[in-house]
């Protein structure tokens, strides 16, 4: 069985006490990890605004409604390099090969490829954007 991974990041104080950290930081982190998908890495608007403000790599997914996160932006770090011949699935975090992506669309100048219609509504209705394109 394939081990997959979640990660949600955010920055700001923390809390240390009796051997753990706590605090409203860990548990926005915690409540972006949970909303995360399999095998992504989603970070808060201040996390990104002290490690990466320019970098492409970090694509903003728009207001999310977690608890305790009045109008804070999530953005998802895109990861790179699917094995040749294979592209990234941006709502899976899996690869897949551009032939059988079931919807493939433009979104700020990236071609997207997606398994289904429902990952690209999921996608699209996250980022408030839509497709330029479908097959």
């Known amino acids: 069985m394939r ?10 104080s923390l809390l240390y006490r009796d051997g753990d ?12 990890q949970g909303f995360v998908s399999r095998n992504g890495l989603l970070i808060t608007g201040a996390l990104r605004t002290i490690a990466s403000p320019d970098s492409p790599d970090v694509v903003n997914v728009g207001p ?7 109008g804070d932006v999530v953005h998802m770090v895109m990861r790179h ?10 709502v899976r975090h899996m690869s897949l090969t551009p032939e ?7 979104w700020l100048d990236t071609d997207l490829f997606l398994c289904s219609t429902d990952c690209a ?5 996250r980022t408030g954007a839509f497709a330029t394109s479908t097959r």
């Not at 081990?3 to 700001?12: D, I, K």
């Not at 950290?21 to 972006?32: F, L, Q």
């Not at 999310?64 to 009045?70: M, V």
């Open 3 to 12: 081990e997959t991974v979640r990660l949600g990041a955010h920055y700001g």
């Open 81 to 90: 390099g699917a094995p040749e011949g294979r592209v990234d699935h941006p």
């Open 121 to 125: 509504e999921r996608f699209f209705a």
């Open 21 to 32: 950290y706590v605090g409203t930081t860990v548990d926005v982190a915690a409540r972006v």
């Open 64 to 70: 999310t409604a977690l608890k305790g996160i009045s």
């Open 100 to 106: 059988s992506a079931a919807v493939t669309a433009r």
